[in-house]
């Protein structure tokens, strides 16, 4: 990840060094940037501009630098060691930050001095940030309004991100419901017996989302890093009640004991081979031959507006209407749980879902298109429209700390 911020940065006309571990490891990460597809640089030349040192000889390199920026392995302990030795050595009017994917910031600079906590901030980069454009930044509980102001545009006017402010919980916004969006369809997925090709159909561009829909996401993002942001928030947010869903499905178990995370290991939900791909099939464990899901609530009312799409899809009386029941309504109303706690703006809520995971249109802009009586309130329309799901079943489904899937 560094290496690609180190890339964007670059890109667009920053001096930067790129610091790792040692030097062979920041010439092993930068030689992956240089051949990663799609492409980290705008032209070849641009990497050479880039200098490549140690933590271990050339730390001192940080003398000068107008913005430190870590990004080294996701553990409290490394990055706070780190911080110690970056204390003595960055100027005084430096910014420093760290792009974790949900480590507590107040708790990243605790020993460090005031000075220090009052120049840091969290940086929630996008992989690959070439591509992705969001940045959440969180402050550190020690900044002074005017520089996070002056940090804010900084971001978003030299560094071309858009930022959404978020508050130091785990997980941040995205990877706080990102997440536990994508475990839900999973789990949903297994309990409706639907397959992954039928998901990704039905979570895709018919929900107004990328065509990567859910599986397809899951390998992009990588089993492994799921699990380990997924046992973080559950370590870190007992007392929230829909926590219980971020407990790994039995494929997600199944995959990881494999070693088949995802596109980094070749195969995940997924495993491409030549120009096909075959798709492991969740009850029976094995990877099979494509079978082309036939749902004509998606494919007939594509392009149908989304308000329609939505209503249209909670309404029906097939596996669309069913999935979309127990998967969507949950994952609204578990936004509307979050709200309160995790951000500075609903619509910096639906941003982050929007400019990070590509939605056409985030949770509240959804909860408004159904309405949010449907969604929230005694009207639940969509729960009988099938017959087949009382209310109280599929509130129960998910409300519990350790729902049975
Ligand atoms: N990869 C992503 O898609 C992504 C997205 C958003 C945020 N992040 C966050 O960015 C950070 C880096 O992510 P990554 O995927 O590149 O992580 P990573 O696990 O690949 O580690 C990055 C680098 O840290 C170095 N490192 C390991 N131990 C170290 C130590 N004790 N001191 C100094 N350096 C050490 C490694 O040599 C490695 O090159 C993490 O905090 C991660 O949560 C990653």
Redesign the pocket.
């Known amino acids: ?4 911020i180190a890339a964007h940065l670059a890109n667009i006309g920053f001096n930067v060094t790129l610091l ?3 030097t062979h ?2 010439h ?2 930068f030689d992956r940037a240089k051949s990663a597809k799609p492409p980290h640089f705008f032209v070849k030349g641009t990497a050479d501009k880039i200098r490549l040192g140690s ?1 271990e000889e050339n730390l001192d390199w940080v003398k000068g630098a107008d913005w430190v920026c ?6 409290l ?3 706070r ?2 911080y110690e030795k970056l204390e003595a050595l960055v100027d005084e009017d430096a910014l420093l930050s ?6 507590e910031i107040s708790l990243l600079v605790k020993d460090r001095s005031d000075s220090f906590k009052r120049r840091f901030f969290g940086t ?5 940030p070439r591509y992705l454009k969001l940045l959440e930044l969180i402050e550190s509980g020690f900044n002074l309004d005017e520089d996070s102001a002056a940090v804010l545009e900084f971001l978003e006017q030299r560094v071309a991100r858009r930022v959404v402010p978020a508050l130091d919980t785990p997980g941040f916004i995205a ?1 706080r419901y990102g997440m536990w969006s994508m475990y839900q369809a999973t789990h949903i997925a297994e309990k409706l017996q639907l397959s992954p090709e039928q998901v990704d159909l039905i979570t895709g561009p018919f929900l107004g989302r990328p065509r990567s829909g859910s599986f397809r996401l899951n390998d992009i ?2 089993l492994d ?1 799921m699990q ?2 997924a046992r973080n928030q559950m370590a870190r947010c007992p007392e929230d009640p829909y926590i219980g869903t971020l407990v790994n499905p039995k494929s997600v178990d199944y995959l990881l004991s494999q070693g088949n995370i995802g596109d980094k290991a070749g195969k995940g939900f997924y495993d491409k081979i030549g120009r096909d791909y075959l798709t492991f099939d969740l009850i029976t464990h094995a990877y099979r031959q494509r079978i082309e899901p036939n749902l004509p609530t998606v494919t007939d009312n594509l392009r149908k507006p989304l308000a329609e799409r939505l209503k249209l899809g909670l309404a029906a009386k097939d596996e669309v209407g069913e999935f979309m029941r127990l998967y969507l309504l949950p994952a609204l109303r578990y936004a509307d749980y979050l709200k309160g706690s995790i951000c500075h703006s609903i619509q910096g809520f639906d941003r982050v879902m929007q400019w990070g995971f590509g939605w056409e249109a985030g949770p509240f802009e959804m909860i408004d298109m159904i309405g949010s009586a449907n969604v929230l309130g005694a009207n639940k329309q969509y729960y009988s429209a099938a017959g087949q799901l009382k209310p109280d079943e599929s509130d129960h489904f998910l409300i519990v700390k350790e729902p049975e899937f």
């Open positions: 990840m560094g290496s690609g790792d571990l040692t490891s920041v092993a990460c933590i870590e990004a080294i392995v996701e553990k302990d490394a990055k060691s780190l760290t792009n974790t994917s949900g480590l929630h980069f996008f992989n690959p990877n993002v990588g890093i380990d942001i």
